[in-house]
């Protein structure tokens, strides 16, 4: 398929999950980092915590240069388990990656020229960053099709290979999230 060939509406729409996907993982780098401290993984933690802001970033401008309206974050997001130490912020890190990593193979399909090789640097560096704290690679990282039953890249979310990101969760009795727009990180 050509870049001509190129749906506008499904890459806006995997442009759109894979900044949910960076605001999920924005938050939940900062609960980890946090958790790690200042020794340990803490610094490597919050250099990756940078580099998804900054791919953040550039998605708001890809989808405001693809005509749509960047979703904002939302105030707090569900984490998978209780993040207290090292070894559980390490084990969030290598599940937001590998969240990520599924957003973003979707956004290769979905794309192309330019958008389309940001998508794969995007990948490799969420699958490497998945292996790095994992301790392991996958075989098809960010392709839950193809992964083998144990493996990280086939759990999401939802648990059904849909939901690649981390679900909102705002306060208890907000039922709107207010000021999501205001940039929160």
């Known amino acids: 398929m050509g870049t ?14 894979a900044l949910a996907a960076e605001h999920a993982a924005v938050y939940g780098y900062g609960v980890a980092g946090a958790a790690a401290g200042d020794g340990g993984a803490g610094p490597e933690l919050r250099q990756a915590w940078s580099g998804h802001r900054s791919r953040r970033d550039a998605l708001v401008r890809r989808i405001r240069d693809l005509g749509g309206e960047p979703p904002a974050a ?7 388990f209780e993040v207290t130490d090292d070894a559980s912020a390490l084990a969030l890190a290598a599940e937001l990656e590998t969240r990520v990593a599924a957003v973003y193979a979707d956004l290769v399909r979905s794309s192309g020229g330019d958008a389309r090789r940001e998508a794969a640097v995007a990948l490799r560096e969420a699958a490497v960053l998945a292996a790095r704290w994992h301790g392991r690679a996958v075989a098809f990282p960010g392709v839950a099709e ?7 890249a086939g759990r999401t979310a939802g648990g059904n290979g849909t939901d690649h990101t981390a679900r909102p969760h705002p306060p208890a009795g907000v039922t709107a999230v207010p000021g999501a727009a205001s940039g929160q990180d």
């Open 4 to 17: 001509d060939d190129m749906d506008p509406n499904a890459e806006l729409s995997a442009t759109r999950a």
């Open 74 to 80: 939302a105030a707090g997001y569900a984490l998978p």
């Open 146 to 152: 193809h992964a083998a039953p144990g493996d990280p």
